[in-house]
């Protein structure tokens, strides 16, 4: 089992910063791969990012490209979002998530979820 607690949403202007960090505890050595995922009202959940823990970086969304920038601390099992120029679009409850398998199944359907962070970006 692994364990995934997210931390540090909240509110901000357009234009400013968040960094999300996810902390992994549990059997983090199996996971494969890590990520972030994003879901905003009414609409479909978004893969965001994905990262293994060597710090190899697998994906990134396009509507994030150039904005976040994923990252991973193997020796503390954490793995962070940095956002930056928000956009009032980036609202959405953000999840860490993590699979032993691989970062395709990783995208379609994650083995560990954390329970979400609330990111709102006012304009």
């Known amino acids: 089992q692994v364990q995934l607690v997210e931390s540090g949403g909240g509110l901000v202007q357009a234009g400013g910063s968040l960094r999300l960090s996810c902390a992994a505890s549990g059997r983090t050595f199996s996971m494969y791969a890590m990520g972030w995922f994003r879901q905003a009202p009414g609409k479909e959940r978004e893969f965001v990012a994905a990262?293994?823990?060597?710090?190899?970086?697998?994906y990134y969304a396009d509507s994030v490209k150039g904005r976040f920038t994923i990252s991973s601390d193997d020796a503390k099992k954490m793995v962070y979002l940095q956002m930056n120029s928000l956009k009032p679009e980036d609202t959405a409850v953000y999840s860490c998530?993590?699979?032993?398998?691989?970062?395709?199944?990783?995208?379609?359907?994650?083995?560990?979820w954390g329970q979400g962070t609330q990111v709102t970006v006012s304009s």
């Open positions: 998530a993590a699979d032993p398998r691989d970062w395709i199944t990783l995208k379609a359907v994650p083995g560990y």
């Open positions: 990262i293994r823990w060597s710090g190899l970086i697998l």
